[in-house]
């Protein structure tokens, strides 16, 4: 007969329930621990099976080994009870009464799942109310990552903590940890300067000592001057400063002759915050068109996810960042050429709280345009507007007067109200834009003839342009300044020390004919102070619709095409090419986790704290042309 092998699927459960049925009964008990002057009986081999403590003391060569009494010091009996319960029945209750006696015995009998389900329900329940009691436990058990979560709670409800009795006589070492530990903490530093200053008062004769310690963690240079300069004059700082000469001498040197760093109002404190590259949108060999939105820190090159917008999968919209929020406008949600359809919607991003708002939408729906900051509000300019989302509200306004209008909104009342229009009889769209005090330049992109979202696509003829104009929004006045170079479309363009900067994009060899382009490998500059381009330098990889971000000095220009050659459809790349604005050179590459296009990107201050998933690094078959290849 053939071997054949039997497994009793509930053989496991059985063997428990009938432990626990001998225990009930009192049965074959071969130990009695005693904790608090409370006995309890069980089986070493229930105990050691789930204990390392007991485990040890059970089969080492310790002299509880042969001992059938044992009494347990520094442990509590609700506590014990607890764990001997857990050891038979694999149940555990927890409340308020008692976390702290099972936690407290679990780690000292080293029940690693007890320990791990004290810190699940402590961490479920966090609120600013026992956040600092819960950030001293975990300090306590060496529980990292409620420690984590624990102190990110106490910076979310910072102000709210101060005044509280938790907060006056939290240990110095956990002050410390808080101020170092870089999370995000809710208040301007001014109010933690301040917070810091009566938690020394609170206990002066025993925290004077410590006080240069906890004030070494305090951003100084995030401080306005004037605040500064009171805070110089109170009674407690003065008689810190008298104990810890050093904090006058090095911690403010040079500090109130040099403003304060300007922050977002949305932002108030960058602690736990780190300027990122973000990219929103477009397309991948994987997913196609998306609405993901990913980041990535500079410092350890890891890209991951960080939201999505709230809104159907759409390309072609507007980005722009005021006060460190993310706004998204408009954008087409249809893909492919019979069936373009743009929108109006505006939706805000807070990477701070990590939620999504809609706000009120575009007069005109809209897409392939540019949307700008200047001072506090948005300005959206020209792009291909859907007329036929207009039939029959406004008869008085001309079709010539809708091709290329602009807007501007306001977030203080949430509204939006037209401004001075670019003068054409045609569409202006698919161009890049930057900010310059209170000017906007826009450059190349497409003149559109015929109506925009034409239903005939053949019926439709594009211009790539070299133009380069100028909005004043002082005098909301458009102004056509000194032509690119050449003429480009898809390209990007940046800002850098009053210079601008475009690299990439196309152009028609032969406009007759759409399929005969070629990519720009110029890199050209143009000097605002004097109205002139030059061209600075070349790519040897250029691209179109790619993204790109500024930090620092660097450009960081993201995924994109790198091929016409229909042989390889465009070939999508997901090379990041990184150009120095400062030394005019090209960098080492770097590398997106897949091929990516025809997205968006920005730079934003996102908390490091956060747990986002890396991008998967994968490489994809483009998709085919056809569906991925929009006109411009």
């Not at 995030?222 to 700082?237: E, G, K, M, P, R």
């Amino acid at each position: 007969m053939d071997p054949w092998e039997h497994k009793d699927e509930g053989h496991e459960r059985a063997v428990m329930k009938g432990l626990n049925a001998l225990r009930d009964k009192k049965l074959l008990f071969d130990i009695t621990l005693i904790a608090e002057g409370k006995e309890f009986k069980a089986h070493k081999a229930v105990l050691a099976s789930c204990s390392e403590y007991f485990r040890a003391m059970f089969t080492d060569e310790m002299k509880e080994c042969k001992l059938d009494v044992i009494t347990l010091n520094g442990v509590s009996a609700p506590g014990l009870a607890a764990i001997v319960d857990f050891a038979y029945t694999a149940k555990l209750k927890l409340d308020v009464g008692n976390i702290q006696d099972v936690l407290s015995t679990a780690s000292h009998t080293q029940v690693i799942s007890i320990i791990e389900s004290c810190a699940t329900y402590l961490e479920r329940f966090l609120d600013f109310e026992n956040c600092i009691d819960v950030a001293t436990i975990s300090e306590t058990y060496f529980l990292q990552h409620l420690k984590k979560k624990a102190y990110i709670c106490i910076g979310k409800h910072f102000m709210n903590l101060t005044c509280s009795e938790q907060f006056l006589n939290m240990p110095t070492l956990n002050l410390v940890y808080l101020l170092e530990c870089n999370y995000p903490i809710r208040c301007s530093e001014e109010d933690i300067l301040n917070a810091v200053l009566n938690w020394v008062e609170y206990k002066e004769s025993e925290r004077m000592a410590q006080a240069g310690q906890v004030l070494r963690h305090i951003n100084f240079q995030n401080i306005a001057v004037h605040s500064l300069s009171a805070t110089l004059q109170l009674d407690i700082f003065q008689r810190i400063v008298q104990e810890h000469p050093f904090i006058e001498t090095e911690l403010f040197c040079g500090t109130l002759d040099n403003k304060s760093e300007t922050l977002a109002k949305t932002l108030m404190n960058k602690r736990g915050f780190e300027k990122t590259i973000v990219t929103i949108g477009g397309f991948d060999p994987n997913h196609g068109l998306n609405n993901r939105l990913s980041y990535f820190h500079t410092n350890d090159k890891k890209w991951k996810k960080l939201s999505a917008v709230p809104h159907l999968q759409q390309t072609d919209f507007g980005v722009a960042v005021l006060n460190n929020e993310l706004y998204i406008a408009g954008g087409n949600y249809h893909q492919g050429i019979q069936d373009d359809c743009a929108h109006s919607f505006l939706f805000k991003y807070n990477p701070a709280t990590d939620k999504w708002t809609t706000l009120s939408s575009m007069l005109r729906p809209r897409c392939k345009f540019y949307l700008g900051v200047v001072g506090n509000k948005l300005y959206a300019c020209a792009g291909l507007i859907d007329l036929t989302e207009l039939e029959g509200v406004n008869p008085d306004i001309s079709t010539a007067s809708q091709m290329s209008p602009c807007e501007v909104y306001d977030p203080e009342t949430d509204k939006w109200s037209f401004i001075c229009e670019i003068d054409s009889k045609e569409s202006y769209n698919n161009f890049p834009g930057v900010v310059h005090g209170h000017n906007i330049y826009i450059s190349g992109g497409m003149w559109t003839h015929e109506t925009p979202m034409a239903s005939d696509y053949d019926d439709v003829e594009y211009l790539v342009t070299e133009i380069l104009l100028k909005l004043d929004t002082r005098n909301n006045q458009w102004e056509i300044k000194e032509s690119m170079p050449t003429e480009r479309v898809g390209h990007m363009m940046e800002i850098f020390q009053d210079k601008i900067i475009v690299a990439g994009g196309w152009k028609y060899i032969n406009p007759d004919l759409d399929d005969d382009r070629e990519i720009i490998k110029t890199v050209d500059m143009y000097d605002i102070k004097i109205d002139q381009w030059i061209t600075i330098n070349q790519q040897t990889l250029p691209k179109y619709h790619a993204g790109a971000a500024l930090i620092g000095s660097r450009i960081f220009i993201i995924g994109g095409f790198e091929s016409f050659d229909k042989k390889t459809a465009m070939r999508q790349t997901n090379r990041i090419a990184v150009y120095n604005a400062k030394e005019n050179i090209w960098e080492e590459d770097q590398w997106f986790p897949f091929e990516i296009w025809e997205h968006m990107c920005c730079t934003l201050e996102v908390p490091m704290c956060r747990e986002d998933l890396h991008l998967p690094i994968t490489t994809g078959t483009p998709l085919s042309m056809k569906l991925m290849y929009p006109s411009g």
